[in-house]
Structure formats: C-alpha cells, structure tokens
C-alpha cells in the first residue's frame, strides 16, 4: 500500500517493501519507464524480514512516480471503503486477471504476450493487497502503519496537549502541542480525553474507517512521546470463515485469530 501524508510541512510517501519488490519487477518488464534517479538511492534496504515494513520518501519526484502507479493501492482510498465494496472492486480485478489469462494463453507473439503477461502479474498484486485491506478492516491483521499524525486528519488542541488522527485509522496519538516528552498523563486536563477522542471515533465511524463494534486501550510510547489510543474489533466479532486469501505475491499467507 502506498499511504501520503504531510509531515512538518514535508509532504512524503511511505511504500511496504511488498511494494518495492514488485516495482523491481515492473521496472525490469518495463525498460523504458523512468524513474527518478532518487528513488533507486533510498531503496537499498538489504535484507528486510518484514515485508509490511514501511519506507518514506519525500523527493517530489519519486512521489509523483509513486501516485502514477495505479496498480500499488492507495491507502486512504481503501480506508474509506466499506468491506463489501472492497470485495466486489476484488472480485473484478480477479475476473479480469482470469479474462486476461486465457487471452495471453492463445497469443503466439512473444512481445504481446509478455506485455499482457506483465500487466495481468500487477492486477493479481493489486487484488492480492486489496486481499490484505480486507484483511486489516476485519481486524484480522495489523496495519503497521508509521506512528504519526495524519495531515487531513481531526485535531483537537486543550492547552498544552493536541489529540490527532494517526495514519493507522486504528489509533489516535495524544502528545504535547511543543513535542516534549508526556512526563505524567495527570497533567493531561481533565475531561479532555473523555470528550475529544469520542468525538474522532464518531467521524471515523461514518467515513467506514471504525469498526461497529470495538475495544479499546491506550499506551505510552517508549520515548512517551504520544500516547496511543488503539481501538480493535472483538475476537468475538471476527468471522473466521472470512479468512479466505489474505496474501501476497503468489502465495496465501495462512494466520490463526487467537
């Protein structure tokens, strides 16, 4: 997923390294596409473990490249869609990877049939990550989105304390207007938590960004920095028979909801 924000002023992109993978390929197919000489100096990432791992770039244009990738999905995009209609955008993308694939079986010439080819692999990825959104939105699996407040996100400021949006439409981050470490969450006035953060979870509910029903629990980060609201659908509400292909690449990831 690719997921835009501004931050200090600097607008900025993250990409997983899903992502990245796949644009090497996209690339290698794709000689004559260009890409900006800056992107190729920041994806040197050496062996990551975690492929939801996220990487944030902020050259101008290495973010246009990436907005013109229609096949890599937009996170804010699929945030805001219901599960259902995720599923029927899914549902055609895989009819048309299938349409496409009996079309490139009866192509004799090797240049068509590659660029089909190619273009069928970055529909199936695009489903595969609309697979990984659904995924998210049941409470399946985790965003691991960047822990930072989103640019057209609610804010709410209460004396020396802000309460924001975080990219992660599962969390809400409290943190000091100055940037300063929470020394005490006492300091925190009081009623302010109480009346602001119901307020965030009202408006996330109506933009499908909220589960119907939800838990919820708070922390201090490590640097205490924020604290972080994060709110999850109950065990009970998840839908085991719902699990059917959350993956990547071709594979199925297989997970047990505990």
């Known amino acids: ?11 900025k992109v993250y990409l997983q390294i899903f992502d990245i993978n796949m644009i090497d390929y996209y690339i290698k197919r794709n000689p004559t596409v260009r890409v900006p000489q800056e992107y190729y100096e920041q994806v040197k990432i050496g062996n990551v473990v975690n492929d939801r791992k996220y990487i944030g ?15 890599i999905i ?3 995009e699929v945030s805001r869609m219901s599960i259902e209609e995720l599923i029927v955008m899914n549902r ?21 049939k590659q660029r089909l080819t190619t273009y069928k692999r970055l529909l199936e990825y695009k489903a595969s990550s609309i697979d990984y959104a659904i995924g998210v939105k049941q ?15 609610f804010k709410v400021i209460c004396g020396n304390y802000v ?9 809400i981050l409290l943190s000091r207007v100055d940037g300063n470490p929470i020394f005490s969450i006492d300091d925190i006035p009081n009623g302010f938590i109480e009346s602001a953060v119901p307020i965030i979870v009202m ?38 028979v719902k699990q059917k292909k959350i993956g990547s690449i071709g594979s199925i990831i297989k997970r047990k909801v505990g």
Do not use: H
């Not at 997923?1 to 607008?11: I, P, R, T, Y």
């Not at 770039?57 to 096949?71: A, E, G, M």
């Not at 922390?219 to 609201?229: E, G, I, P, Q, S």
């Open 203 to 240: 408006t996330r509910k109506t933009k499908n960004e909220m589960f119907k029903y939800y838990e919820s629990e708070r922390y201090l980060t490590d640097d205490r920095r924020f604290l972080v609201f994060v709110y999850t659908e109950p065990r009970k509400e998840i839908d085991i």
């Open 139 to 153: 409470g399946i699996y985790e965003a691991n989105l960047p822990l930072v407040p989103r640019t057209n996100g």
């Open 92 to 112: 055609e993308l895989k009819d048309k990877c299938e349409a496409l694939g009996i079309k490139c079986s009866r192509i004799t010439d090797n240049q068509k």
């Open 57 to 71: 770039f902020t050259s101008k244009p290495v973010i246009n490249f990436i907005k013109s990738l229609s096949w």
């Open 1 to 11: 997923m690719k997921v835009f924000n501004k931050e200090n002023g600097v607008n």
């Open 163 to 171: 309460i924001n949006d975080s990219l992660d439409y599962r969390r």
């Open 74 to 76: 937009d996170y804010d």
